[in-house]
């Protein structure tokens, strides 16, 4: 069997004919086991989200740290760690429900008993009441919505702390609540004449409870990338303007699909008074969009788009609306990872998609659909370097506890936070389409 190292440096880009895989990556440390980092950690006391797609980001000092894995965890084959995941995941039978998400890698994706998006997952989650132990094979934000959304009984495990999310780390509680000061002093708190409060906080499903909670509380919603328009709606039939975090591009993409001008969508930058805006640019405008991208979403380029149609006329490029607005102008189409998948597997001709998010997931609808041609935009190969922190060597430490009564690395969402995030989710829910 391959190794991990070697599958995680070789991950091919899906060229039509050819099954060539990509002579680059976005780092040859990527070959590495992800417990190194969880080692470089402790040593110079910063956590990090390690190399690859997010090493431009630095993680915030508040991010839980990652105890190094015990040895023999780190010296079993990949083979060893299959036959003991299988065996743990055997003996706790419907103790266990394991979910694993769309960008995970497939040596952990091939465990789960469930595969989507982090929406999907943890509503996944709930179908299974009896299991004690959710073990979530995600980054941070997933497990705690899985814990916010799950009986307080059940225990939600994240193999490796250290899979966080860069977009989610760039919004944080304070410098939010901050923001919210500013604009509240800014705009007041009265309603306008049909009865709209002036601003509303929207956060993307990429956040932390905490974020969640603050929305929950002020009167706001949670979105996902496939109810971002919905969601809007239903923020702009309640409030004169939107607070829009962490990831300005699916709010700027979303907005501007409904027709909202350029102009009334400021930029918020935390760090600057009024976010970097002037008082009069912040009264005339609709959407305030957060500082915040996604490291694996922003290496998309027009430029990757023109080269695709050059070399496949005819192409149907499709990106994810996490990509800056530019690339979702470019592509033929922009959706969730969701509609990703369903319009490749709605095609009925033989197809070549070319695709602007996350390399594992292209891959795996690269052989789920061999009939279509299916590759990434980004010839360099660059995985979720925070998700990819979960290794099968965690996967099997934490099942393996499980199987002695130990529950390892639980997220627990606070009690005064998950209430008001939880208000915040069914909102969602309630606004859907
Ligand atoms: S792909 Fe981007 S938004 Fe998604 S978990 Fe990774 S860093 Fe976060």
């Avoid at 431009?56 to 740290?65: E, F, K, L, N």
Wanted: aromatic share 8%.
């Amino acid at each position: 069997m391959t190794s991990v190292a070697t599958a995680i440096s070789l991950i091919p880009r899906s060229q039509p004919g050819t099954g060539r895989a990509s002579a680059s990556s976005c780092s040859p440390d990527l070959a590495k086991g992800p417990w190194e980092f969880d080692a470089a950690e402790a040593l110079a006391g910063v956590p990090a989200y390690g190399p690859g797609a997010s090493s431009g980001d630095r993680a915030p000092s508040s991010t839980p740290r990652q105890g190094q894995l015990p040895q023999e965890y780190r010296d079993a084959t990949e083979a060893e760690l299959h036959e003991r995941i299988v065996a743990a995941k055997g003996k706790l039978g419907e103790r266990v429900v394991v979910l694993g998400h769309f960008y995970q890698r497939d040596e952990v994706v091939q465990h789960a008993d469930f595969v989507g998006d982090s929406f999907q997952l943890a509503n996944a989650a709930l179908t299974r009441p009896d299991a004690e132990a959710i073990v979530f094979c995600g980054v941070h934000f997933m497990a705690e919505t899985a814990d916010i959304l799950s009986r307080r009984d059940q225990a939600v495990i994240l193999p490796n702390l250290a899979a966080g999310c860069s977009m989610a780390d760039m919004a944080d509680i304070s410098s939010v609540e901050q923001a919210w000061a500013q604009l509240e002093e800014l705009f007041g708190t009265e309603p306008d004449a049909e009865g709209r409060v002036p601003v509303i906080p929207v956060t993307y499903m990429n956040s932390s409870a905490a974020l969640k909670g603050f929305c929950g509380e002020h009167g706001g919603i949670v979105c996902t990338s496939s109810n971002a328009a919905a969601v809007l709606e239903w923020a702009f039939a309640r409030a004169q303007r939107v607070l829009f975090f962490p990831d300005q591009h699916l709010g700027r993409n979303t907005a501007k699909a409904m027709g909202v001008p350029l102009e009334q969508m400021p930029m918020w930058s935390p760090r600057k008074p009024l976010g970097g805006n002037d008082a009069e640019t912040l009264l005339d405008s609709r959407v305030i969009l957060w500082h915040g991208f996604c490291s694996v979403h922003k290496r998309f380029t027009v430029a990757q788009i023109e080269q695709a149609r050059a070399e496949y006329p005819g192409v149907r490029v499709i990106v994810h609306p996490e990509c800056p607005m530019e690339v979702v102008d470019a592509a033929d189409e922009y959706g969730s990872t969701d509609y990703i998948r369903k319009a490749i597997a709605a095609a009925t001709e033989p197809t070549v998609f070319a695709i602007g998010t996350e390399v594992n997931l292209v891959n795996r609808l690269a052989a789920e659909y061999p009939q279509h041609t299916v590759f990434c935009l980004d010839p360099v190969i660059c995985p979720c370097s925070t998700m990819y922190r979960i290794h099968p060597g965690y996967l099997a430490w934490v099942l393996e506890g499980l199987v002695d009564g130990e529950v390892r690395n639980r997220i627990e969402v606070p009690e005064d936070v998950a209430p008001h995030a939880r208000v915040a989710l069914e909102r969602m829910l309630a606004a859907r389409p």
